[in-house]
């Protein structure tokens, strides 16, 4: 039977190249965080501290504690796809972190007053999109670069988020503070085979598995897929790329709005007026989507081998006095390597090539 | 209420404000009519303003300083025009990921000269022109005046210079550039070079001309209000100027106001400072969102040049 023997080879041949992709995903990956660690090395050693010993460290302590560890990073998974998904459709997100900022304050305001946790987190996922959703109608209406505008709405609300629990939902008998999520509105962690797994943390795997369903799996999703690969091919194939960069913009805010409201329900309970519980997740975000390859599921370990490395990074600072900021400089340097793939491919081929040559 | 010194304060602190933004907008508008993006501007402004910080702190001149902080954004533009001219790499992560490093790498160095986190020992900063009047003085700094000649000059060059016109093609349409005998890939890093060259040197300025000391949250989203004022002036360094100035003024409107109110109605502001922070990032959002005509950024810009 010819046909069913081509539709198998065409099967193994598919499977063949998808295998490729991976594995360059794969190599590209670990290449990047090999630069990123060889280029700390070097600065630590610039800078008078042993290497060897801070990622010791980094690694002995940033691991141990795995509840801790999921914990820390449920709200990266979910500002990491509030970079991705949008990225999928051609977007460039940068605005994840005041979309969880929206997140975390309306789903502190909403716990605080009805105590109630699955009302306050709709609260923060439908803020979350809103923002998301603004800045998409600026750039396909207005023509404004996406990354202009999300700088300028995370400043605006750095600003209002500092102003609002420094001055209306202070707590007055912890003026260092917001007002708190009250008992009843926390979410719980569970005690699993002796591991305290946070409620939080299942959540945000659910959330990203239901986006990784929507991406994947619906029309909605290939969509936006075909739109961020090549826009033209999605007007000829009747789909419209301005309607796929507003979905995917709204299911970006959507994501860092829940990571806002998991954070502020599930971990910390209250928003501290230096705002070091929320400042910095978004950016933090951008890395791991990328390290992660815009796909939900490579997310979670990116996000939680990303929180481990900020966990050990002040223990960093605990036991040898070094710089805690090693952790952002890491991440830049990974993310710089990562948007050079074709350097990547350029030398592989090339070490092809001469042992063909030989 | 107002005063005449009221409004030389005031120009004072919008020329003073100015002066980086409009550099890394002019800067920017070359590199970006050759065809490449740097979001990076931001982290070009966090770590040539912490090298000049830490020269002028343990040499005590400030001109060295300011040239070393330069030379350091220069050092940044070779690394993202080597990415994005000849790697062919992604021009936007690639800047993302430089902002990220060079907030941390600044920190990291400051951390282990200072064992401080937040802010630096004071420096020693180079003099501003002084002009009494109105019973009070204006603060004309130097650079202020060298910007807008930059700006004027890589108007000419762009548009009236057979080097300039080489430029612009390489962003227009680089096979063609190619094609008539322009090495686009060159022309790409050099112009990258030269945009953040002068994107370092506002950033040196911040610290040894103006602000006299790092901290961390330094830059303040300037490198993207430069980039939202490269978009604003239609990619015309003349229009630049007029940019920056717009958004130097409401900069220093969000120190101003709230001093002038807490004066005028005997009042003590805590909390509601933070309101008046975002001043100029809602101004810069409101003047590029409705004032801003139909644009035209040059055609192949951020792609990278990939020959067959």
């Given amino acids: ?16 190249a998808r295998a490729q ?24 050693l610039v800078l008078g501290y ?18 801790y560890l999921l914990l820390k990073s449920t709200p990266l998974i979910m500002t990491a796809i509030a970079f991705s998904i949008p990225a999928l459709a051609g977007v460039f997100n940068i605005g994840g972190e005041s979309q969880l900022y929206v997140g975390a304050l309306l789903g502190l305001l909403v716990a605080y007053y009805i105590h109630n946790a699955p009302l306050a987190i709709v609260a923060a996922i439908l803020g979350g999109a809103g923002l998301g959703l603004f800045i998409a109608l600026l750039r396909v209406y207005r023509g404004i670069n996406e990354v202009i505008t999300a700088i300028m709405v995370n400043w605006i609300m750095y600003w209002l988020l500092a102003y609002l629990v420094t001055g209306p939902f202070n707590n007055p008998k912890l003026p260092q503070q917001s007002v708190p999520v009250p008992k009843s509105a926390q979410i719980p962690v569970f005690s699993i085979g002796g591991v305290n797994i946070a409620g939080s943390f299942i959540l945000a795997v659910i959330g990203a598995l239901v986006i990784y369903y929507i991406v994947f799996y619906t029309k909605t999703g290939y969509i936006m897929r075909v739109s961020g690969l090549s826009p033209a091919s999605a007007k000829y194939a009747g789909f419209s790329p301005e309607k796929a960069i507003l979905t995917s913009m709204l299911i970006g805010g959507a994501a860092a709005g829940f990571g806002g409201a998991l954070l502020v329900l599930g971990d910390v309970h209250s928003i ?34 990303f929180s481990g490395l900020l966990i050990g990074g002040q223990y960093v600072e605990l036991f040898l006095n070094a710089p805690p900021n090693l952790s952002d400089f890491l991440i830049g340097v990974i993310v710089i390597a990562l948007s050079i793939p074709y350097a990547y ?3 592989i081929s090339w070490i092809k090539r001469r042992r063909m040559a030989k | 209420m107002i005063t005449g010194a009221d409004i030389i304060n005031l120009l004072s602190s919008t020329l003073i404000s100015m002066v980086p933004i409009l550099l890394a ?5 070359i590199t970006e009519k050759s065809g490449v993006v740097n979001i990076g ?19 005590g001149d400030p001109l060295l300083a300011l040239l070393v902080g330069t030379i350091v954004g220069s050092l940044s533009g070779l690394l993202h025009g080597v990415i994005s001219a000849y790697l062919n790499g992604d021009q936007i992560i690639a800047g993302v990921g430089f902002n990220s490093f060079a907030y941390g790498l600044a920190l990291m160095i400051m951390v282990a000269l200072w064992q401080s986190y937040g802010s630096s020992p004071t420096v020693k900063t180079l003099p501003m022109i002084l002009v009494p009047v109105a019973g009070t003085t204006l603060y004309i700094p130097p650079l202020a005046i060298a910007a807008f000649i930059v700006a004027v000059l890589a108007h000419y060059w762009l548009n009236k210079t057979r080097s300039g016109l080489k430029v612009r093609a390489c962003g227009e349409d680089p096979r063609s550039a190619e094609s008539m005998g322009i090495n686009v890939r060159r022309t790409r890093l050099y112009a990258t070079i030269l945009g953040a060259t002068l994107t370092g040197l506002g950033g040196a300025y911040l610290t040894v001309w103006w602000i006299g000391q790092f901290t961390k949250f330094i830059s303040a989203g300037r490198g993207f209000i430069a980039l939202a004022n490269v978009a604003f002036s239609n990619w015309n360094p003349l229009l630049a100027i007029l940019g920056a100035l717009i958004f130097g003024f409401f900069s220093a409107l969000s120190i101003f106001l709230p001093l002038k109110l807490q004066q005028i109605y005997h009042v003590q502001y805590t909390a509601q400072i933070y309101l008046f922070n975002t001043i100029p990032y809602i101004a810069t959002l409101v003047i590029v969102a409705f004032i801003m005509k139909r644009v035209r950024m040059p055609r192949a810009l951020g792609k990278p040049y990939i020959k067959e």
């Fill in chain 1, 1 to 16: 039977m010819p046909s069913k023997d081509g539709f198998f080879q065409k099967l193994r041949a598919r499977f063949r």
């Fill in chain 1, 21 to 44: 992709d991976y594995g360059m995903a794969a190599l590209e990956v670990f290449l990047s965080a090999a630069i990123g660690f060889l280029a700390g090395a070097l600065a630590l």
């Fill in chain 1, 50 to 67: 042993d290497p060897l010993k801070v990622y010791e460290v980094l690694f002995s302590w940033g691991y141990t504690d795995i509840g």
């Fill in chain 1, 272 to 305: 501290d007026t230096t705002l070091s519980a929320v400042y910095g997740l978004g950016f933090t975000g951008i890395g791991i989507g990328l390290l992660g390859r815009n796909n939900p599921i490579g997310i979670i370990f990116a996000a939680i081998f």
């Fill in chain 1, 345 to 347: 491919r350029f030398i």
């Fill in chain 2, 25 to 29: 907008s002019v800067g920017e508008i």
């Fill in chain 2, 41 to 59: 501007l931001e982290g070009i402004f966090i770590i040539s303003s912490f090298a000049a910080t830490v020269v002028a702190y343990y040499t």
